[in-house]
């Protein structure tokens, strides 16, 4: 089957290990045409689409655009703050207008969650969420899955540790739904006020020591503080969560094994992460970044394929 | 569904020393010579000839894999997106001889989204087609191929369906395969 089950990439939750899979055989594919001399393949010439992103994003935002320029897709940009939503216009209206300029795919993210999957129901496009507020942010999932995939070759019975700000992160959430999909045992670990309260029933270990958590786990999924989000106060001070929860080179050398760090971006150096050990040779953040712009030339390709 | 043999197994290897001597004829010492087999099913012959040719002339061929995948001109006017393999061109093919090698030529648009591919690794000095079956009359492009195992008069209807031991199949058959 060289089809995906579903006509959006809303969240990694509706879709299955054979989607996931498909991806994945798809990415591999597009990682070596990245990598040629002429980096460049025309399938979606005749597809327009559009970045809608109501929340700022660097990485994500430029990758996806990439992405679609790889393809030789036509890109239209939208960024919420410099638009007509500051006018008062609603989300369907701005979408819809979008729309009628004839757009095929609309590539969103939304500081509500849910946006996109309102959108789904009322508009003809395909829809790739691209971050929709603390719920999930699927094409970052299938980087990172991708990218262990890659560094240990299956994640059947691998051991992931997703350590840091869980409550807010759709990053996390994404991530154990495509994990878990894939095989992979995940445990989540943060101070007791960043953890969400029924994390359990995901499925998912719960870890308060960050110790502990490496010493169990072959992968480290070390996600941002986010600042931006953290109204009251979580923990005391930056300083105290980094004495805790921060890891380091030193962390890291005194673990018996070697474990493989990823971060999602952009890192907080000094707080989650020390310098020394976002450079060493434990991560495979830059990977990452690289892997990003083949899986989501893969979700493109394949969601635009999918005629209806 | 009827199927008829068009070249049995001890046919199908007289035809593909046929082809290697012509190879041989027009590319004497194959210096400046490289193989690059059809995904996915060209592949099978491509190594199949490669072997031959290495055999009979005792030199070193380059052998590459090129999908045509996301070159393919029916994207979003087909059901189901068609299923990309691996391209492994690990050679540089900058001003080299291209022998492009499929099993069944049939409207010519594989092979003309496989030169625009081919385009992406570089400029050949020259590309030649080789194939097994040469379906006539059914073409949608000007594509014609330069060295062909047998050429068949089909309908539009019917199929062309090429079994090898390199692909699991217990004897080398092609057959013609009318759909209903």
Not at chain 2, 79 to 99: C, H, L, Q
Request: hydrophobic fraction near 40%; charged fraction near 25%; aromatic fraction near 6%.
């Amino acid at each position: 089957m060289s089809k995906l089950s579903q006509k959006h990439l809303l969240g990694i939750k509706d879709i299955s290990r054979e989607d996931i899979e498909l991806i994945f055989e798809t990415a591999d594919n597009f990682k070596e045409v990245i990598n040629r001399p002429i980096k460049k393949v025309p399938s979606l010439r005749d597809v327009t689409i559009a970045n809608v992103f109501f929340e700022n994003s660097t990485r994500t935002r430029l990758s996806f655009e990439l992405a679609q320029k790889r393809l030789s897709a036509d890109v239209i940009n939208f960024s919420a703050s410099n638009s007509s939503v500051k006018k008062g216009e609603t989300l369907l209206d701005t979408v819809n207008n979008i729309l009628a300029m004839k757009v095929d795919m609309i590539v969103m993210r939304h500081a509500s969650p849910g946006a996109p999957h309102y959108l789904a129901k009322h508009i003809n496009a395909n829809i790739v969420n691209a971050g929709d507020g603390t719920h999930e942010h699927p094409t970052q999932a299938l980087l990172d899955a991708f990218s262990i995939r890659e560094k240990l070759g299956s994640l059947v019975g691998k051991k992931i540790a997703i350590i840091g700000d869980i409550l807010h992160s759709r990053v996390a959430l994404s991530n154990i739904f495509a994990l878990q999909k894939l095989g992979a045992k995940v445990m989540v670990c943060g101070p007791p006020t960043l953890l969400p309260k029924f994390i359990k029933h995901l499925g998912v270990e719960v870890e308060l020591d960050v110790q502990k958590a490496l010493q169990w786990c072959d992968v480290a999924n070390v996600l941002r503080i986010q600042l931006e989000r953290q109204q009251i106060k979580y923990f005391p001070s930056l300083r105290e969560y980094s004495l805790y929860y921060g890891i380091t080179k030193k962390t890291l050398d005194n673990l018996k094994k070697q474990i493989v760090i990823m971060h999602p971006g952009p890192i907080n150096r000094g707080v989650e992460l020390s310098s020394d050990a976002a450079d060493s040779e434990h991560s495979i953040i830059l990977d990452q970044v690289e892997n990003g712009v083949a899986v989501r030339m893969a979700v493109l390709y394949l969601l635009a394929g999918r005629t209806s | 569904m009827q199927k008829k043999l068009i070249l049995d197994s001890d046919l199908l290897d007289i035809t593909i020393s046929r082809l290697c001597q012509q190879l041989i004829e027009r590319h004497g010492n194959f210096s400046e010579t490289v193989i690059i087999g059809m995904q996915p099913r060209g592949i099978h012959l491509a190594e199949i000839i490669h072997a031959r040719l290495q055999k009979d002339t005792k030199k070193e061929i380059p052998l590459g894999y090129l999908d045509a995948t996301f070159y393919r001109d029916d994207f979003r006017r087909r059901e189901i997106p068609a299923k990309a393999n691996e391209t492994r061109i690990d050679f540089i093919i900058e001003g080299k001889r291209v022998v492009l090698v499929d099993d069944v030529l049939f409207t010519g648009r594989t092979i003309r989204a496989a030169m625009d591919a081919m385009i992406a690794f570089g400029r050949p000095a020259k590309v030649e087609l080789l194939v097994l079956i040469d379906r006539k009359y059914t073409r949608e492009l000007p594509v014609a191929a330069d060295y062909v195992g047998k050429a068949v008069n089909t309908l539009t209807s019917q199929r062309v369906l090429v079994e090898l031991e390199a692909q699991g199949h217990k004897q080398n058959k092609i057959w013609l395969v009318n759909k209903d």
